[in-house]
Structure formats: C-alpha cells, structure tokens
C-alpha cells in the first residue's frame, strides 16, 4: 500500500505561481512512477505531468513550458512546479504513484488550485 499527501495549493492570480508537493509512504519501493492530475468543476479528470522513478518527465501539452515536476529523491516525494498560471489552470490537483508490486495506482485527496483572472 501506498499513500500520499498532497500540499501547496491555493489562491493566485493570473501570472503566478505555486508549487504543490506530493509525499509518498508505505511501500514506496514499489513505486514506478509519480504524477499529477487535474479535475475543474464539471470536466473529467485530466493528466496533468509525471516523474518516472528514473527521472523521465511527461507532461500535457496545455503545461508544457509552464509547469515543470522534479523529484529530488526520485522515491518519496514530488514536486510540482507551476509557472504562469492561467483561469484554465483552476482546478482540484491529485498525486498519483503507479506502483508495480502490486500493479496498483494510488491517489491522494487532492488540493484545490485556483487562478483568478
């Protein structure tokens, strides 16, 4: 079992930024990979970026060049860089680590992003 705590999130305008943290515990040998995803109000949830263990980073195209993730210690914790942030940028933000023994994917309760205009 894997689980995580998110923080960082908050209430920001338009051209900020915030950085939110994602702290893993339990098995986190078997983590594969750690990510972020993203919920606005009324939309399905959306991949936002991830980290894979060997520091490979994926990100969507609509935060690309914006947001950047980083993990220091490539296991336990992740970070979520968030530059120039925008009033589509508002939304619940969730980690999320993809673990491979078991094969299961772990979320954590979210925190709330938001962008005024």
């Known amino acids: 079992q894997v689980q995580l705590v998110e923080s960082g999130g908050g209430l920001v305008q338009a051209g900020g930024s915030l950085r939110l943290s994602c702290t893993a515990s339990g098995s986190i040998f078997s983590i594969a990979s750690m990510g972020w995803y993203r919920q606005a109000p009324g939309k399905q949830r959306e991949f936002v970026a991830a980290?894979?263990?060997?520091?490979?980073?994926n990100y969507a195209d609509s935060v690309k060049d914006r947001f950047t993730i980083f993990s220091p210690n490539a296991k336990n914790t992740v970070y979520l860089q968030m530059n120039s942030l925008k009033p589509e940028d508002t939304a619940v933000y969730y980690c999320?680590?993809?673990?491979?023994?078991?094969?299961?994917?772990?979320w954590g309760q979210g925190t709330q992003v938001t962008v005024s205009s």
């Open positions: 999320n680590a993809h673990s491979t023994i078991p094969p299961d994917y772990y």
């Open positions: 980290i894979t263990s060997s520091s490979i980073t």
